[in-house]
């Protein structure tokens, strides 16, 4: 018996050992099944926020403020020109987001809307709007056909928030809620999805600039403008481009039918002396390319710089690197 003792010891050490491996071993599987099973959900979580919210899906809202104070709620302003189908296309979209109040389409075609395109919309406004939610849908009938008509001030608006948008660009409502949020905590500047750069053109020295498109900023990190294409910004700057902006330049923007966009953004950087903001957001392009795809596109929009710095009389526009992103939807953060 005695002598057998030390082998029966080293079959237990032994099985211990195999015990203690084998149960390492199944930590570790358990463990990598935990890590691809968080990595799947990410993703179906992520392409469910992308895809799945432009049927309507707009994400955890339960926390948002959803009260009727101007502050606490936003307007669209959309323009639209004679694309009938990208317009039903966005108001049933933006019906589904949560703290919207209205939704003004920016109209200047030579016919006024039919009796029957109205109807059609407020069918799918109503038929698309969360649950006891009343958005309202406003036409702004526009006798001239111009661009500066996106930015004619608008009487009685409710909110003090407007998102500036076009009819062929969309938005997940969660992304369009997170860029809300930001502008709310900064009220007084531009916030959105599109950065544009200026620089300085070294070679026809001072005051003279040279406008810098999507590739600079990705290329530098650096921006100095939002484009209105897809951007909160408050309302009195309707009013200010109405009454304030030189009539010279909005002249030349509806005579070249461009840069009203960087025209807007002289003008809250001029009245703010600060930089807008950049919200990383997921976009979704569902009309035709526009006038950026043609040849010249940045050349022309360089004279525009160019035109309003001469008019303004200095180079408002301040430019920034920084970034506002959703840690709640990033991977690291």
């Known amino acids: 018996m005695r002598g057998g003792l030390p082998i029966n010891r080293r079959a237990v050490f032994k099985l211990r050992q195999v015990g203690f491996a084998t149960l390492g071993w199944v930590k570790i599987k358990i463990l990598l099944c935990a890590c691809v099973a968080l990595t799947l959900l990410a993703v179906a979580n992520r392409n469910r926020d992308g895809s799945s919210s432009l049927m309507g899906w707009t994400g955890d809202v339960a926390s948002l403020d959803l009260s009727s104070s101007p502050r606490g709620r936003y307007a669209i302003v959309m323009n639209t020109w004679k694309r009938y ?44 709007s969360r649950k006891g939610q009343q958005v309202e849908l406003i036409f702004d009938i526009n006798k001239e056909d111009s661009l500066n008509n996106r930015f004619k001030e608008i009487k009685d608006l409710k909110t003090d928030a407007i998102f500036s948008i076009d009819d062929d660009v969309i938005f997940p409502c969660s992304s369009v809620e997170f860029a809300f949020t930001v502008w709310q905590s900064a009220p007084d500047t531009m916030v959105g999805y599109v950065p544009r750069m200026h620089w300085l053109d070294q070679k026809k020295g001072k005051d003279k600039y040279i406008y810098g498109g999507w590739w600079s900023v990705w290329w530098t990190g650096s921006y100095s403008m939002i484009l209105s294409k897809a951007a909160f910004l408050h309302k009195k700057y309707l009013k200010l481009y109405t009454d304030e902006m030189p009539a010279s330049i909005k002249e030349y923007i509806t005579t070249n039918r461009n840069c009203e966009d960087i025209a807007m953004s002289f003008l809250v950087a001029n009245a703010t002396g600060a930089p807008p903001i950049w919200v990383k957001g997921k976009i979704f392009e569902i009309g035709s390319t526009g006038i950026s795809s043609l040849g010249g596109h940045s050349e022309r929009r360089t004279e525009c710089i160019n035109k309003f710095v001469a008019e303004f009389g200095r180079m408002p526009l301040v ?4 970034k506002a992103v959703d840690s709640r939807n990033a991977w690291f953060w």
């Open 85 to 128: 189908d990208l317009l039903r296309k966005s108001i049933s979209h933006y019906a589904t987001c949560p703290r919207l109040d209205s939704i003004h389409i920016v109209w200047s075609e030579p016919d006024p809307p039919s009796d029957s395109l109205k109807r059609f919309l407020n069918y799918l406004l109503q038929l698309n």
């Open 319 to 322: 430019p920034t690197s920084m």
